[in-house]
């Protein structure tokens, strides 16, 4: 059975950096991703990776500023996040599919963490 938990979550001034974790099991091999959502506002992606962590992909909206890495051996998967700024504020989510191949689409990812607030204050 898979189950993604994230944690790292909380409040952060604008600039500020924060880590966000995401402990995985029940699979292996599986391309995994970082979804946001802000209230009143679609679901958005974020950064992915694919099985092996060699390939990765990020939206332009954080770009050079966002880390997307895992840890096979330890099941982990991690969005180091730096110079935050205000319109990061959102749930974000950790995502897994059964492939390995990177997607950037929310609807290839089956199964989906209960989701961590990220706040950052002006």
């Known amino acids: 059975q898979v189950q993604l938990v994230e944690s790292g979550g909380g409040l952060v001034q604008a600039g500020g950096s924060l880590r966000l974790s995401c402990a995985a099991s029940g699979f292996s091999a599986y391309a995994m991703g970082w979804f946001r959502q802000a209230p009143g506002r679609e679901r958005e992606f974020v950064a992915a990776?694919?099985?092996?962590?060699?390939?990765?992909a990020y939206a332009d909206s954080v770009k050079g500023r966002f880390t997307i890495s895992r840890d096979n051996a330890k099941n982990t998967l991690d969005l180091l996040m730096n110079s935050l700024k205000p319109e990061d504020t959102a749930v974000y989510y950790c995502?897994?599919?059964?492939?390995?191949?990177?997607?950037?689409?929310?609807?290839?990812?089956?199964?989906w963490g209960q989701g961590t607030q990220v706040t950052v204050s002006s």
């Open positions: 990776i694919d099985w092996s962590g060699t390939n990765t």
């Open positions: 995502a897994a599919r059964n492939y390995g191949v990177i997607s950037t689409s929310f609807t290839s990812y089956t199964y």
